[in-house]
């Protein structure tokens, strides 16, 4: 299976501090997604880094690629309580359409 | 900002029942997914459509599970029997695609909240 497998499955930091999460996967891939979930919402996509691509950067988002350890982190930086989301990962490899992981529970401790 | 609507937001009801959950799509956009979350199993592909041809619907219950797209404008998900095990979140997304997967962002509806008794 394809799927990203988002690490740590839950992350509590202070309000300012970094926050970063992984996402594994297990096949190749076209482009991975980031996606943001708050609560009793659906998902709100973020980013979305092409298999040619390293880094990519959207305000205080900074996501990074590594197709041969098959993995992505995002960074948010300077985190602030209205950052408390659970955050997903997703690719998107060949004629399938996007698989998500299981998400990072993110809190923000102001 | 343009948003995909879906309704109803919350449904309650008894095992046995039909349910009916409706979505609208972004105007423009040709590919609508439909996904049901778990707390077990997370977010699973149910069924998607490409300019309302259904292009996928292998993660569906075949004997109880319909998808369809009556126009452009409308996605239908149906469960007929309904059972305590389809209580989720069932979530529309709408996007762009130009081949036989998507590539592009999903653009998430705010999801219907299932509980089958």
């Known amino acids: 299976s394809q799927q990203g497998e988002e690490d740590p499955q839950a992350l509590s930091i202070q309000e300012g501090e970094n926050a970063t999460m992984n996402c594994s996967y297990k096949t190749s891939i076209n482009n991975l997604q980031w996606y943001r979930q708050n609560s009793g919402r659906g998902l709100v996509h973020l980013i979305l880094i092409r298999s040619n691509e390293r880094e990519k950067h959207s305000g205080r988002l900074r996501v990074t690629l590594d197709t041969s350890k098959k993995s992505s982190s995002l960074l948010i930086t300077a985190s602030r309580a209205a950052d408390t989301a659970s955050y997903f990962c997703?690719?998107?490899?060949?004629?399938?359409?996007?698989?998500f992981g299981k998400g990072t529970r993110l809190s923000v401790i102001a | 900002d343009a948003r995909v609507t879906q309704t109803p937001r919350h449904k309650v009801t008894e095992m046995g029942q039909e349910v009916t959950m409706r979505c609208q799509p972004i105007?423009?956009?040709?590919?609508v997914f439909w996904y049901r979350q778990t707390m077990m199993q997370g977010l699973e592909l149910l069924a998607y459509?490409?300019?309302?041809?259904?292009?996928?619907d292998s993660g569906m219950p075949k004997d109880r599970f319909s998808a369809e797209m009556p126009d452009a404008t409308l996605a239908t998900l149906k469960i007929q029997p309904s059972e305590p095990r389809d209580s989720a979140v069932y979530f529309c997304a709408s996007g762009l695609g130009h081949r036989q997967n998507s590539n592009q962002p999903q653009h998430f509806g705010d999801g219907t909240r299932l509980s089958i008794l």
């Open positions: 459509f490409r300019n309302r041809a259904p292009l996928d």
């Open positions: 105007l423009g956009h040709n590919t």
């Open positions: 997703a690719t998107s490899a060949g004629n399938t359409p996007l698989v």
